[in-house]
């Protein structure tokens, strides 16, 4: 009895080759549809599976393969006399491979004005039957749904090395197959935002030489669909491949920026914390207030630019050693001056396309977490002044700017701002006062302190805080408020003649 295939694929790219391989060594090809005409106009014989079950293609093809003459012939176990016996009295042969791949559902949904009867169209039924059936099957039946495995099947059939671990490894890979497509297919259905069933697929962008240490093993994975504006959507210009680090660190580098659209506006990243915020007239000016926040930690910095990249600016940022640069565009005499550096990573991605209104996902030992993005920003409207003195204008901007910062601070989170340029960052420290000294105490060293507020994630849990900013001349707070010694808080900037705002909104972030 001659062995059998049957072909039924959507994505034909080899599948002509690939048939003519197969009836070259000894296999009778089975096909459907549009994949049948393409192997007859190409002069491979093939019989058309209708004429193996006895039963036409119906319902406008969404019946074709979904019939006991195929899943008896996949689904039989080769040294289990008993199946045999049933396929011999039956006359049904058993098939030996499975080439499919499954119907294009990802491209359609991403079709402008795809409708949803359209997109449901495009859900595969009698594929991913056929493929979980040979992939149980896998002791007998060699299931193959990568066309890349074209040309490796080959090579081992004809070195007899088509072995059972071998089709196991093909095996994994049409469940994995299937489950990231009805993963797809959950999520493009679902509308609650926290399911029962939490349904993720991401796919591998490649392989990191290591992860946050040379000792870990990584690997980079994006989603089906990323969101437009996402590090899976930039394009790399220049540079060495980003390492484990360099990707978190540029995800929150753009995380950061997004807030800042009306005016041109460098951010300056280290460690996932901004290390300098510059908000100009001009990318120029800009870059400027970002670099003399902190001179010295922008060293190896990332750094994200929501406008075109000029040559001034990128003159002044190759005088320095930076990891990575990202910004919508650069001027061609920009990246020729940046692109000098052959380790610096060049990277533009479409400003235009801003969306942060998603979901974040990180992993706890034996589960998950799942949130909506923090996208809460809080304008002057939102202040309540809840101390005797009242802020300027000019504070009233600062700590707006402040606020919209810190929000992207580790917590326990301030920083010290003007209305334009960070001047201290604190970040992380295991209690709200030791953050404060920090952003303060690198604060005092610049120039325009006297112009500097204080914006904090969370709330004052004593007034200590209050009172060190204002014993080192700092003007206006700004801060959520809700803590059990809030008038302690209060009664201090009293004490000190300072504007003490609440938020009613916390921004920690772990």
């Known amino acids: 009895m001659a062995k059998l295939a049957l072909l039924s694929v959507s994505d034909k790219t080899g599948i002509t080759n690939f048939a003519a391989e197969l009836v070259a060594r000894g296999y009778e090809v089975i096909s459907t ?11 491979v014989k093939a019989t058309a599976v209708e004429d193996i079950t006895g039963f036409p293609e119906m319902l406008d093809g969404r019946v074709k ?73 896998y002791q007998d039946v060699t299931v193959i749904t990568d066309r890349a495995d074209y040309a490796e099947f080959l090579k081992r059939y004809d070195a007899n090395e088509v072995d059972a671990k071998y089709r196991r490894g093909l095996a994994a890979k049409v469940f994995r197959q299937t489950a990231a497509y009805d993963a797809l297919i959950a999520s493009y259905m679902t509308s609650d935002a926290f399911p029962d069933k939490l349904t993720l ?25 990323p969101a437009r504006y996402s590090l899976a959507n930039a394009k ?46 001009d990318l120029l000016s800009a870059w400027n207030l970002a670099y003399e926040a902190d001179p010295i930690s922008i060293f190896g910095g ?29 001027d061609e005499d920009a990246y020729a001056v940046l692109a000098k550096k052959k380790n610096l990573r060049i990277m533009t991605l479409d400003f235009a396309k801003m969306d942060t209104h998603h ?16 996208t809460a920003h809080e ?22 700017f402040g606020q919209t910062v810190v929000k992207h601070v580790k917590s326990n989170a301030i920083v010290v701002t003007t ?69 302690a808080s209060i009664d201090k900037a009293d004490e000190y003649g300072i504007a003490l705002i609440f938020t009613g909104v916390r921004h920690f972030k772990h």
Not at 33 to 43: I, V
Request: proline share 4%.
């Open 33 to 43: 549809g549009g994949t049948l005409k393409a192997l007859t106009d190409a002069g």
């Open 419 to 487: 209305a334009n340029q960070t001047l201290g960052v604190g970040a992380g420290q295991m209690n709200r006062i030791d953050s404060l000294k920090i952003a303060v105490d690198k604060a005092k060293e610049k120039d325009n302190f006297k112009n500097a507020v204080v914006a904090s994630d969370a709330f004052f849990p004593m007034d200590d805080c209050v009172e060190y900013a204002a014993q080192n001349g700092i003007k206006a707070i700004v801060e959520p408020g809700g803590s059990i010694k809030d008038q």
């Open 236 to 281: 790399q210009l220049h540079g060495k491949a980003l390492s484990y680090n360099n990707t978190r660190d540029a995800d929150a580098a753009l995380r950061i920026i997004a807030d800042f659209t009306e005016q041109p506006t460098v951010v300056a990243l280290k460690h996932m914390n901004p290390c300098g915020i510059g908000v100009g007239d």
């Open 359 to 374: 979901q974040d996902l990180v992993t706890v030992l034996g589960g998950a977490l799942l949130q909506d993005a923090d």
């Open 201 to 225: 697929t991401y796919e591998k962008v490649e392989d990191m030489r290591y992860g946050e240490n040379s000792h870990q093993k990584a690997a980079y994975y994006k989603e089906p669909i």
């Open 379 to 400: 304008s002057i409207a939102d202040f309540k002044v809840v101390s005797k003195a009242q802020p300027t204008q000019a504070q009233l901007e600062a700590l707006e």
């Open 65 to 137: 393969t979904l019939h006991p003459r195929i899943h008896a012939g996949i689904l039989a176990k080769r040294d289990n006399p008993e199946h045999m016996a049933e396929l011999a009295k039956n006359n049904i042969n058993p098939i030996d491979l499975i080439c499919v791949n499954l119907y294009p559902f990802k491209e359609t949904i991403q079709k402008a004005g795809v409708t949803d009867g359209e997109a449901i169209e495009q859900i595969d039924i009698g594929g991913p039957s056929m493929l979980r059936a040979a992939a149980k099957n």
């Open 302 to 330: 990332i750094i994200a630019l929501n406008r075109k990249v000029d040559l001034a600016t990128a003159e002044k940022m190759h005088a320095l050693f930076l990891e990575i640069i990202i910004a919508p565009a650069f």
